[in-house]
């Protein structure tokens, strides 16, 4: 019973993350003829980001990702914040990095070291395993493939075993985790503004009464108050 609660919580994961070619294997098949279609070195790449996560180690879960990926986000992020700054404008830098941090600094750092100074202000987390079962690998556009598992928890944290998707793109001969769409969609919530990062404040406007409003008086002192 507990088996067949799993499958079917592992293919409303699979419905929900849009994975419709796991979802039919998974229905079809069942997880044991999925297996296979992950190779070694993909696996060998979604369990280094996931210890990585279990971890919580920022440096650690920027080796795990394709450097290129990283280069891209640092291309993309300075250009903004270049052009932010050319309109003497820093709220976008200031979400991102802290009031604190000059342009001149963030320029100068390393793709892995601006991924290090944003995985501070985001949420990372994944549950300590002892082994992944991998269901199956995806195919996406562009050579991406997302990888779909169930973490066997360690000894004495239970015996749920949770859904896990790491998204992996070919390095080389060889495979890395994708930059996280969850961190794309962290950042893009920090740049609009939709959420703030720990430590970054704004001084809220002044109050100011609603046009038409009526403001009352203040209170008459009482006969003999002293001024």
């Not at 450097?67 to 992020?77: G, N, Y």
Request: aromatic fraction near 6%.
């Amino acid at each position: 019973a507990a088996t067949n609660n799993e499958d079917w919580v592992m293919k409303d994961f699979c419905r929900r993350a849009g994975l419709g070619g796991a979802l039919l294997l998974l229905t079809l098949t069942g997880p044991g003829s999925a297996w296979a279609a992950i190779s070694g070195d993909q696996k060998r790449a979604a369990e280094e980001y996931i210890s990585a996560l279990v971890l919580g180690d920022p440096r650690a879960i920027a080796h795990s990702i394709h450097e290129q990926q990283l280069e891209l986000l640092r291309k993309r992020l300075l250009e903004e914040l270049r052009l932010e700054a050319d309109r003497n404008d820093n709220v976008l830098r200031t979400r991102l990095f802290g009031a604190g941090t000059p342009l001149a600094d963030i320029e100068r750092m390393t793709p892995q070291g601006m991924f290090v100074a944003l995985v501070n202000r985001l949420r990372f987390s994944a549950r300590p395993f002892e082994s992944i079962e991998w269901l199956d690998a995806v195919k996406d556009d562009g050579g991406m493939v997302h990888a779909v598992g169930r973490l066997r928890p360690s000894k004495g944290q239970g015996d749920v075993r949770v859904p896990v998707l790491v998204s992996l793109v070919p390095w080389g001969e060889d495979w890395k985790a994708a930059l996280p769409f969850e961190l794309q969609a962290q950042l893009d919530d920090l740049k609009s503004g939709r959420t703030r990062a720990p430590g970054v404040t704004i001084a809220p406007a002044p109050a100011s009464a609603p046009q038409g409003a009526v403001v009352a008086p203040p209170p008459a002192e009482a006969p003999g108050t002293p001024r």
